[in-house]
């Protein structure tokens, strides 16, 4: 497509809106309803996702090898190691643990 074509234009205008003023948007609202401890996870676990997607989306296009998901395993259980120590994995399925967690910290920030 020509530097200044539809098609060029059309991608520049994705990129501004979705990327950008929607993303930005929504981790404003995300950090507003939740820990910032959840949010540090999410940023954590966009790589890999946004890979899987690419994936499904495409699967003959897209390069995805033994590297790609050794490292999207890794990058998703350490999430997981670091949001069960932080109690985040109760927390999020509504748990005990995160309940009191929660508490604790409401009760001493009074």
Known sequence: APLGGPAALLAVAYAVLLSSVVGYSLRAWANRHTDASVLVLYNAVQPPLTALLSLAVDPVG??????EAAGTA?????????ARGDGLVGRL??????RERDRRVRRDEA
């Open 93 to 98: 399925a509504g748990g005990s643990r995160g």
């Open 62 to 67: 897209s390069r995805w090898g033994l590297s």
């Open 74 to 82: 890794l990058v998703m259980a350490a999430v997981l190691v670091c």
